[in-house]
Each structure stands twice: as C-alpha cells, then as structure tokens.
C-alpha cells in the first residue's frame, strides 16, 4: 500500500440501476461481474476517457462488446500483479535484513544515485552503489539456497517463472541483471510519479492535487504492501462518523475490506525479520469494538482481493482458526519516526480489544532504533474473517439483503485505476451496500450526476512531522430510497 496525504477532497460516486449480469465466475457462483446496463451511465459520461474497444462503438453492438471488453480486462488487471510481485522483490533486495548482513538502502541514498551509473559515480555515491551490489548478490545466492526463509522462497519462485534456474551460474548473472533492470525501472516511475505531483501542486488547487493523487498508480503493477497507519486514520475516521451520528452503536454487523494487503517488505513501515502478515482485517474489527459500533457476537468480514497470495494468507489464517489457532502480529515502530503522539497512542493499544500483548520477534542489530510490540489475537477473531476473490473493478459478490455489508473499507486501492475504472469499482462497492451503507477510502473518487452513492464527510489525519505524511479518508454514503 502506498502512503498519501491530502488537504482536501473532490467528491466522488456513481451508477445507476440495479440489473442481473450476464456474466458467471468460472469458480465462484458468488460473484458477478459488472453488466452493461450496470455500466451505461458511465459510459456515456466518460466517452472521452474509454479504453478505444469502447469508444463510440454501435449501440446495438455494445452489449457484446462489453462482455468482450470485461473478460479481457479482467484478465489484464490480474497481469499486473506480476508487475505487483516484482516491485516488492525489489523492496525486499533494497530493504530487507533476512538474507543479507548488509546495510538497508534508504529512500535519500536511492534519490542519490538515481539516473546514475557506478562507472560515472561520484565519491559520494559510490559508497551507494557498492552497497547495492553487496545486497544484489546476497540476495542471488539466496535466491539459489533459500532455506526456510518464505520471502526468498517467494523471490525463487518469481525469478523461476521468469524461466532463470537460480543455482546454475550462467543464470546468476541473468538474474542480476533482471534484478537491476526492475530497480531502474522502480526509480524512473518514481521520478514520473513526482513529476506528475509536482504539476499538480503548481496549480494551487488541494483538490486538484488529491485527484491526481488519487489515480497515481493507474500504470502501476498491483502492490499488496501494507502499513499500520492507515488503520489509525480510518480509527480516526469511525469515530468521527459515530459523533456524526451516519453510525449509530453496535449497527456495524458486515463489513468488507478491499486489499486486506500482506506486510512483505516495504520502504516506509514493514520489515522481514517476522513472518509475512496481514493487518487490516484485525485492525477494523479492534476499531470497530474499541468504538462499540460492532459486537463480537454479530460482527462478519470478508476480505475481497484478486491476489493469490493475500487470499490464501487470510484462508490458511481462517483454517489455523478453527483449529484454536491464533494469529500473532508484530508492531515494529520507528523510534525516530517522528509519529505524532495520537498515531503512537494506537500503536500503543493496537489490539487490545482482540487479543493480548505477545513477545514480540527480535530484530536484528543495525535495523535501526525500533520499538516493537506484538499482539496475539484470539482465534474466535481471526474466525469471523473470510476471503473472497474479488476484482473490484469488474466483479462484486451477489449478496441476499439480509448480507449486505454495512461498511466497506478501500485504503490505497482505487490509486490503481484511473477515472472509468475507478467508477466501475464504486459501481461494484455499491451493488454489496446497503442502503445508507458507507464506503471509507483515502482516494477522491468522481461523483457521477447518477451516482447512487455521495461523499458525505471526510477526516484529515497527519503520521508524522514528515512531509506529506499522513492520508485524508473520505467517506460515501448510499443513498437511501425514498
């Protein structure tokens, strides 16, 4: 998940009428794809935007096409996270403390060498890049023995599937290069990424910037990272919308999380010296309890995600569960951070409403000053959680009246799609509400002159003294028949 802050927000909804979808899930009966009918509002109003397969096509043609169109795309969308999959590999190679005694290269050192070459390094950099090229074989000759290690297990089955056998020497050497290649690759679409911010911020207009930012990954593979903060600024969110009274105490019975994520390695707040984890499933139900706007005896989640590897994660967990299993979450904090003292205040109780304070993993030394805790959480928690398959953009789940969901949460999911498809995912959000039901999302999405859905309220919430560290949640409401 990538990290973002705003001072203010567009509005955003969508869609129109409710139709049965032609389309049926090979796998699931459950889930339905988005229809034509579903999709015309959009279609209409966004012509100028549509991929070309839609653009001004016949009208009598366009339900075919549609379908056409959906099968298709589906199937991109579900590329990307091999894209997704690499770009945490190589967060692992740059940040990773399991494989390698070398030192972590931090964000200002990559800012250093960026558009560099070691034959043309200054004294400066050329510290970086040995440094680099250390950590690349470390990680190579991991990759070729990895041990019990599940990250380097998952990196040797990334770099397998590109067809590199990573104990022959002649393909060590390949597989560095791949390595480098995706590095370089990362960097110059971090540098287009703040290019594009960059424009935004000159025009001097807060939404403008927070739309920009809100489909900035639009090109990007789909990341599973993920962060404990944005579960601290949906807290915050919750109880503001319980003061507002859009909630009232214990009616939060369904909830669904988009892109529950899984802590792999990530630049800003994860780390790989305890096992792979997720967090925000955990974290909504200890919101949801600490703010008495749920019940343990009547409280269900399901997660919906198109990764394997995320949903699989969560059902094991589920598994693990029936048998009294429980689920343990380490909570490493940087003690130079800079976190405001609220955002340390939920780390500090992070849990202490679904579980009990565990020993937590120790880190190794040179990672820095960390303070960490651990929460054991019990299992009849991690048993109210359930995965479900789900691309957003293109599917929902088909859902009696009786399971809609009262609550859907989406932090850093809808940054991957730009405007049409970012409305197609509203249009799915809003099929599984319930009337009067609440999306919360850290991303601006266009409201529609049709939409059943509105922005009704939004929450600030600054991290750190970092800049631009923090995320503003703006919370959609279902409209309500009259």
Known sequence: MQRSFVSLLITAALLAPVLASPFKSPQNERIGYISYEDAKPMLAMLNDTLPAALRSADAQKMPAIWADWVASRNDEIRKRLATGDEDSLINFLLFGTSFTNNPRITLASLAKIAG???????????????????RIDDLVRGIAAPGANERVLFARRLIEKKGYEPRSASNQGRIKDYLSENLNRMLKEQAAYARLLESARLLGDPSAEFAERSKLYSARGLSSDTSILPNYAIEKALVSIKAQGFISPGAVRR???IGPGLDFTDKEDGYDFYPQQTIQPFAIVDTLLRTGLATANDLRVTTLDLSPRVNEHVRLARQRARRGGAYTIQLPRDANGRWKPEAVDYWA???????????????????????IRAVRVRSSVVSLITPEDVNIVLQHLRLPNAES????????????????????????????????GLLLSNNALLELPASGMHSIGYETVVYSDRPDHGDHIVWYQREIPR
């Open 255 to 257: 909830v669904a999380i």
């Open 405 to 436: 969901f009262d609550l859907v949460i989406a932090t850093n999911i809808f940054v991957y799609y730009d405007v049409f498809e970012q409305s197609l995912a509203l249009a799915n959000v809003k099929k599984m509400l319930r009337p009067g």
């Open 349 to 371: 109780h992070f849990g202490d409403r679904i579980g009990q304070p565990s020993v937590p993993v120790e880190a190794p030394r040179g990672i820095g000053e960390l303070k």
């Open 116 to 134: 560099q070459q070691y034959s043309t390094a200054s004294e400066e950099t050329k510290p970086i890049f040995k440094t680099l090229n250390a």
